[in-house]
T-cell receptor
Framework: GENVEQHPSTLSVQEGDSAVIKCTYS??????FPWYKQELGKGPQLIID?????GEKKDQRIAVTLNKTAKHFSLHITETQPEDSAVYFC??????????FGKGTMLLVSP | DAGVIQSPRHEVTEMGQEVTLRCKPI?????LFWYRQTMMRGLELLIY????????DSGMPEDRFSAKMPNASFSTLKIQPSEPRDSAVYFC?????????????FGSGTQLSVL
């Protein structure tokens, strides 16, 4: 089955800096790659996603890039703010089957 | 819409007791998922339903776990008997498409502690 590796497990940045979280996947047939943000005491919430026919997608301060050849994708957050502090999960899926999640990255943004 | 509603938010029980977790999906969503979250294993899919029918329960760890969806607006996850290693946060999620098709909407989770 699909295996998703996520790095780093923890990331500390200063407010205003950029943050990058990277994921690799094993199944070359995977074609959907969402990112979820989980705040303390809450369930994960979708923040951005990308499909395999697109190399990059941007939404305000967040962007996701996909390299299908290398089977990796990344989340980029620019101008980080304290409210960006949370756990971020990447995931991969093929077709309409279930998602496989990475283990998560705890992002801490210090004022 | 109130979103996905789970109850209880916290459950503390003793080993051997039966535990029932409840979920109300978003109206109109055809898919319902049960996930378990632990530090060691991250987010694991336990089972998912489409139109109230269980489609894939390969993630259910043991026969002690069972899930039902008697109608489109209610699902339960039952553990009987519970064990300390079942301690985790259990999430319910719903969507209009399968998990690989689009956005999953998660509930706030049930924090289960088995003593």
């Amino acid at each position: 089955g699909e295996n998703v590796e996520q790095h780093p497990s923890t990331l500390s940045v200063q407010e205003g800096d950029s943050a990058v979280i990277k994921c690799t996947y094993s199944d070359s047939a995977s074609n959907y790659f969402p990112w979820y943000k989980q705040e303390l005491g809450k369930g994960p919430q979708l923040i951005i996603d990308i499909r395999s026919n697109v190399g990059e997608k941007k939404d305000q301060r967040i962007a996701v890039t996909l390299n299908k050849t290398a089977k990796h994708f990344s989340l980029h957050i620019t101008e980080t703010q304290p409210e960006d502090s949370a756990v971020y999960f990447c995931a991969a899926s093929k077709g309409y089957s279930t998602l496989t999640f990475g283990k998560g990255t705890m992002l801490l943004v210090s004022p | 819409d109130a979103g996905v509603i789970q109850s209880p938010r916290h459950e503390v029980t003793e080993m051997g007791q039966e535990v029932t977790l409840r979920c109300k999906p978003i109206s109109g969503h055809d898919y319902l998922f049960w996930y378990r979250q632990t530090m060691m294993r991250g987010l694991e899919l336990l089972i998912y339903f489409n139109n109230n029918v269980p489609i894939d329960d390969s993630g259910m760890p043991e026969d002690r776990f069972s899930a039902k969806m008697p109608n489109a607006s209610f699902s339960t996850l039952k553990i009987q008997p519970s064990e300390p290693r079942d301690s985790a946060v259990y999430f319910c999620a719903s969507s209009t498409l399968g998990a690989g098709g689009g956005k999953l909407f998660f509930g706030s989770g049930t924090q289960l502690s088995v003593l």
